[in-house]
């Protein structure tokens, strides 16, 4: 099952492997910010604690929200989507560590979303609980 958001940026989630002993999944991302005026690209693997979705599926729900977060087990990919004065925003923090640990590349990026491109994120999320 996939994940796609197409605006403000390019952000693909594919569920790849369930782990039934520590509740959790692997998921590959794909993010494109080709749209801005210089691009990155972030392509990778993660694993989350399903409770940590679950998690964050729960404080989309709630209408008075401020803040929704996830985090991966290594804490190398954060997305957050944010309320602050009645305007939403969305935040990932990725960070890549080499194999030795003796590079370190990090990006943060926040983009800004009207109502319709927060809604179609929630309902993006939701669909991919199904799947888990």
């Known amino acids: 099952m996939d994940f796609l958001i197409n605006t403000p940026f390019k952000l693909n989630l594919n569920v790849i492997e369930l782990d039934e002993h520590l509740p959790s999944m692997k ?31 729960a404080s989309l729900g709630k209408k008075n929200s401020i803040k929704s977060e996830f985090n991966s087990i290594d804490n190398n990919f954060n997305l957050i989507l944010s309320k602050e004065n009645n305007e939403f925003f969305i935040t990932l923090n990725i960070r890549s560590i080499g194999v030795f640990e003796t590079s370190i590349i990090q990006s943060h990026i926040r983009f800004k979303l009207n109502d319709s491109e927060y809604s179609n994120i929630v309902e993006e999320f939701e669909k991919l609980k199904i799947y888990i």
């Open 27 to 57: 998921l590959f991302f794909d993010l494109d910010t080709s749209n801005m005026k210089n691009e990155l690209k972030h392509i990778g693997e993660i694993w989350m604690e399903t409770k940590e979705y679950d998690n964050f599926l």
